[in-house]
């Protein structure tokens, strides 16, 4: 539940790798952070990679483990001020980009502060939810 | 003082019997009566005359509403944005009672130049009274939506809205392409522009090219740097001399901003505004029984605008914030949260123009009805500050000096 290393926000040249062609978990060196639970693990980044407020941007999801192995057919991502009671004024939308990898567009976070992510792994018989905060300075 | 003192120490053997902790008790009263009276011009003078000193979250808080003024690109949604010959155009339009039906009024009507570019009133009058007051223009092309409630998402398109309004120009696009096809030197420029004929162009078209030449005007007005500006430079290079020219109450107003006041959440960044929407409290009935629903039907009038980006005019930008917005039951009563630039010279203030003053405003975020913004799955942005009458004196100082000479 970690955000990206600094090490992973150095390499920006890395960020603009395409996508690995299958599942396999990308680490840092690839441009990628973690996100795990006991049942699931994912692989995130985000472009533009440094976020800012009111800027939108993208983010690339590849979910490496779930809980029964199986593929995930699709994912919900959102975002949450849990101290002003409000979410995100946009609704992000998922592209699958190969088995279980999807790229999210229409994200942006509009206020200083912090935001709780959400990413909904969804399967056909169950979803499996990670979360991650994010402390958006001005 | 060090005879006060002296007849202190002196007291010290009174305190025997009752009788004399009853004087004592007398004196000590006087005392502390002579004490308050002696202290109190000094006390009074430091509260007021005290630099604040900021935190580092203060400091970096402080440092991101700058620098100004802010690097634009010309609008990609609109070919002529940036082009002189269009700006030429469309300032020439901006004055020209001709878009009007009955010729008696131009953009200018309301957005006067010589009053920041908006009319003073509360809510503007066009052939009947507005429901909203006029936005003052300035510093358009960082706006990410236009209008009160965002129902633009590109200037041009804003900008096309109130010629086509019963309420306000009442025009059609035959009536507009038929009266400037007469004009000379319109129509040279028009077809240097657009490479067509203004007489023969298809009046749709026209009505947008026009559109977007107001804004390619609209789009250069931009406000002068400022004393916060002058600020906030030499706070990021540690310049005390600079800083100290500053005015006391405005850095304790700027202090309250970023802190307390919690301002900044949404009026954010350079331009002073996330751009963004939200309820801060403001009655949002128009008139009795007839309630302007802001954001929410904002939304609503976009998506069915035939002039939104996601349509044939856009000329080439990424439309993101159109094809991705959301309507939400919070949207209700949210309206779009105005940058702060030139704020002394804009009033009034508040989409209905219901605040007459900066002290107003202040006031009302200093006392603002919680239960009525909280009631049920409001955004819990907004609550009462309970501000004294002296940082709401100093919020005000701060933000007189956010407007240029």
């Known amino acids: 539940m970690t955000g990206l290393p600094p090490a992973a926000l150095a390499l920006s040249a890395v960020l603009l790798a395409p996508l690995p062609s299958s599942a396999a978990c990308p680490d840092a060196a690839q441009g990628f952070a973690r996100l795990s639970t006991p049942e699931a693990e994912i692989a995130y980044r985000w472009q533009p990679d440094g976020l800012k407020v009111g800027q939108f941007f993208t983010m690339d999801v590849i979910a490496c483990r779930t809980p029964d192995g199986g593929a995930v057919q699709t994912i919900i991502v959102d975002a949450q001020m849990p101290a002003h009671g409000h979410g995100m004024n946009y609704r992000p939308t998922a592209v699958a980009s190969g088995p279980s990898q999807f790229r999210v567009s229409g994200l942006m976070l509009h206020m200083p502060g912090r935001w709780r992510m959400t990413v909904d792994l969804v399967q056909s018989d169950r979803r499996t939810q990670l979360t991650h905060d994010i402390d958006l300075k001005p | ?405």
Not at chain 2, 55 to 82: F, M
Not at chain 2, 122 to 130: A, F, I, P, T, V
Not at chain 2, 288 to 296: E, F, I, L, N
Not at chain 2, 313 to 318: S, V, W
């Open chain 2, 1 to 405: 003082m060090r005879a006060l003192a002296n007849r202190w120490y002196s007291l010290s053997p009174l305190f025997r019997g009752e009788r004399a902790r009853v004087r004592g008790r007398r004196l000590l009263r006087r005392l502390c009566v002579c004490l308050i009276v002696a202290f109190a011009p000094s006390v009074a003078a430091t509260a007021s005359d005290t630099t604040p000193t900021f935190t580092p979250e203060e400091r970096a808080a402080i440092l991101s509403h700058g620098p100004w003024p802010k690097q634009t690109a010309p609008d990609p949604s609109n070919r002529v944005s940036g082009n002189p010959a269009a700006v030429a155009l469309g300032r020439q339009l901006f004055f020209d009672p001709r878009l009007s039906s009955d010729q008696m009024r131009s953009c200018a009507t309301c957005h006067d130049p010589a009053r920041s570019f908006a009319d003073r009133r509360d809510r503007s009058q066009g052939h009947e009274r507005l429901d909203r007051n006029a936005i003052a223009l300035a510093n358009l092309r960082l706006n990410r939506w236009y209008g009160w409630s965002g129902a633009a998402d590109s200037l041009w398109a804003q900008s096309l809205r109130p010629i086509l309004d019963a309420k306000e120009f009442g025009m059609t696009a035959p009536m507009l392409r038929d009266r400037l096809a007469v004009d000379a030197e319109t129509t040279r420029t028009y077809h240097a522009l657009f490479s067509v004929d203004l007489a023969n162009d298809v009046p749709e078209r026209v009505l947008v090219n026009l559109a977007k030449a107001l804004a390619a005007f609209q789009e250069t007005i931009v406000t002068q740097r400022t004393a916060f500006d002058d600020f906030r430079d030499a706070l990021e290079r540690n310049d005390a001399a600079g800083m100290a020219s500053y005015p006391l109450p405005a850095q304790r107003g700027l202090k309250l901003f970023v802190g307390k006041g919690r301002c900044m959440v949404c009026h954010f960044g350079a331009n002073f505004t996330n751009g963004e929407f939200d309820d801060v409290g403001v009655p949002y009935f128009a008139e009795p029984g007839r309630v302007d629903s802001g954001r929410h039907g904002g939304i609503a009038t976009l998506r069915d605008n035939p002039f939104n980006l996601l349509g044939p005019y856009n000329d080439g930008a990424d439309a993101t914030h159109t094809r991705h917005v959301e309507t939400q039951h919070r949207n209700w009563g949210e309206f779009r949260v105005p940058s702060l630039r030139n704020v002394a010279r804009t009033a009034p203030y508040m989409h209905n123009g219901s605040r007459a003053t900066l002290a107003d405003v202040v006031r009302h975020y200093s006392e603002v009805d919680s239960e009525r913004l909280h009631g049920d799955d409001g955004a819990r942005i907004i609550r009462a500050l309970r501000l004294t009458a002296e940082e709401r004196a100093d919020l005000v100082a701060f933000l007189e000096t956010l407007s240029s000479e």
